[in-house]
């Protein structure tokens, strides 16, 4: 089946697909799976070469349980994701026992003024303090927040209910607000 | 993705959309790597072939080697103690290889 074609399958029946033996199902996955696993593994870890190792390390994952998926349970998406925020979990564990003086600081902490640079300060400082949040608020809100995830989906990932979800949400953005604040007038905006 | 304008954090979230990391290159190589080597299984993860059990579909499985066994000890059986009936059909004066043989199942 050519590529185009495959824009209209959904996930697990490419999954399947490349069970069977479809390559092109695989470069279709890889297309639609690892922008995802990468975005919330980077946000998670804050250092992209890390996330880059999880996002492939989870894809290879998918590729070897392929034969075995079962339809009608989990989504690939939401089941990689649940993968993700594992691995990050044991590299996050591993990191602490690293101690804190190990952890890369941003090159450069003065935001820019430059406007159009303000958006990328904003992502920066979004960041800094998404690495201040405990693991499960941070991972509720990049999951909510910046992936989009609705909250039941965010239930399966994290394997918790959905209410709870919610409270790690709003505890998160509470935190992140406090940690915001005293850059705001720095990072744009006028209050 | 909607966002909300009167939450203070919306254009912080905004911001780390756009700024999302995209797969590079060198990264989706990797993963369609891996998907390749998946697809084409290494062979040490293939099990070796054995040749009892190439023997054993060859002579079509268990039950068929089963049968065998019991054809094989019944003909063993019959050459060593023949029954009477067997001298009669074929018509000819048997020899015992094992004159006491017979002798010895009755004392037990």
Redesign the interface.
């Known amino acids: 089946m050519p590529l185009d074609a495959m824009s209209e399958v959904s996930d697990t029946a490419l999954l399947v697909r ?1 069970a069977n ?1 479809d ?1 092109m199902a ?2 279709v996955l ?2 639609r799976l ?2 995802r696993a ?2 919330f593994a ?2 998670m870890l804050g250092d ?1 070469a890390e ?2 190792d999880v ?2 390390e989870a ?2 994952r998918l ?2 349980i ?1 034969p075995d998926w079962r339809q009608g349970e989990a989504e690939p998406a939401t089941w990689l994701y649940r993968v993700v925020r594992n691995l990050c979990t044991d590299r996050l564990r591993k990191a602490r026992g690293l101690g804190l003086d190990q952890i890369a600081e941003p090159e450069d902490g003065t935001p820019s003024v430059e406007a159009s640079l ?3 300060d ?2 920066a ?3 800094m303090a998404l690495n201040q949040l405990p693991e499960r608020q941070r991972e509720a809100v990049i999951l909510r ?2 992936e ?1 995830l609705a909250n039941p989906e965010i239930a399966q990932i994290m394997e918790i209910s959905a209410r709870a979800v919610e409270s790690l949400t709003a505890r998160g ?1 509470r935190a ?2 406090a940690a ?2 005293p850059q ?1 007038q720095e990072l744009g ?1 006028d209050d | ?1 909607t966002t909300d304008k009167n ?3 919306s ?14 290159d060198a ?2 190589m ?3 790597a ?3 080597c ?2 084409a299984k290494p062979a040490s993860e293939v099990k070796p072939r054995h040749w009892v059990r190439d023997l054993l579909q060859g002579l079509g499985g268990w039950p068929a080697v089963a049968g065998l066994a019991t054809a094989t000890v019944a003909g063993v059986w019959i050459g060593i103690s023949p029954p009477a009936l067997v001298d009669t059909l074929i018509g000819v004066q048997t020899v015992e290889y094992l004159p006491g043989f017979n002798a010895l199942l009755e004392e037990g």
């Open positions: 490349f033996g390559r695989a470069v890889t297309q690892s922008p990468l975005g980077a946000r992209l996330a880059e996002t492939q894809m290879l590729w070897k392929a303000i958006a990328q904003r992502a400082a979004l960041q927040h910046i989009g953005k992140l607000t915001l604040a705001r905006y | 993705m939450d203070p954090l254009g912080f979230f905004e911001a780390a959309r756009a700024d999302a990391p995209q797969p590079s990264l989706q990797r993963i369609l891996d998907a390749d998946t697809l």
